[in-house]
Structure formats: C-alpha cells, structure tokens
C-alpha cells in the first residue's frame, strides 16, 4: 500500500500489489482538480490537474482498488478509490472509454509508468 505521494506508489511497490495500465486515448468526462472549491475556500489553491497519458489500477484484492491518471514522465493527475476492480475499470470507461479489454498487467513489482512506455513504445520523459 502506498502512504506517501502517489508517484512514490509507482516507484516501489508491495510485494502483493497487483497492477494494470491503459492508455489514454481521449477524454470524455471529468477532470481532477487538487484543493478545495472556491466556495469552500478564499485561496486560489483549487487547480485542474493536467489531463492523463496513461492509467495505472493498483490493487492487493479485488474488493479495494485505486485507479491512477499520470502523464508521460510520472506527472500526477488524479486518483480515485474503487470497492471493486470491476469499479475501476468502469469508471476509466466512463471518463476515457477505456475498456476491460484495452489494459494490460504489469508484470511482477515493475514502476508501472515505465512498463506502459515499454508497451505504447512512448518515452516516459516526453
């Protein structure tokens, strides 16, 4: 399990921790954002995070998921938690139209941006 930052997730991961990733082909519904509304806040800390390159699920059993939105270069752009796998799946469906069929596991304890860029032939630093 991850308790730090999410790009410390990517980079050492739990020997139990499975994952998967998927790219991201469009954007249909949803940004993520970082602070709190405007309404419930007086500073300007309430920003859209950039859109993603590349989805990652990471998950120890399938009933607690988090899906991850991340550029090319481990820029953060949002995570959701999920009850189930099948939940996180569904939700990168209905923002990106990513289906079931379109990701891929990580194999092992990889850094899951660095296998997608192997896998989608993208470098990670563009």
Request: glycine residues 6%.
């Amino acid at each position: 399990m991850c308790h730090t930052s999410p790009t410390s997730c990517m980079l050492v991961q739990d020997l139990n921790m499975k994952s998967y990733v998927a790219l991201v082909n469009q954007i249909l519904r949803s940004v993520q954002f970082v602070g709190l509304p405007p309404e419930l806040s007086s500073d300007a800390s309430h920003q859209a995070l950039p859109g993603p390159d590349v989805l990652v699920i990471e998950y120890e059993s399938e009933d607690s998921c988090m899906l991850y939105r991340y550029q090319w270069g481990g820029t953060f752009g949002g995570d959701t938690w999920h009850e189930t796998l099948q939940k996180a799946f569904q939700q990168a469906e209905y923002e990106f139209g990513t289906e079931i069929a379109d990701w891929i596991a990580v194999p092992g304890v990889r850094n899951a941006i660095e296998f997608a860029a192997e896998i989608f032939k993208e470098s990670p630093s563009s």
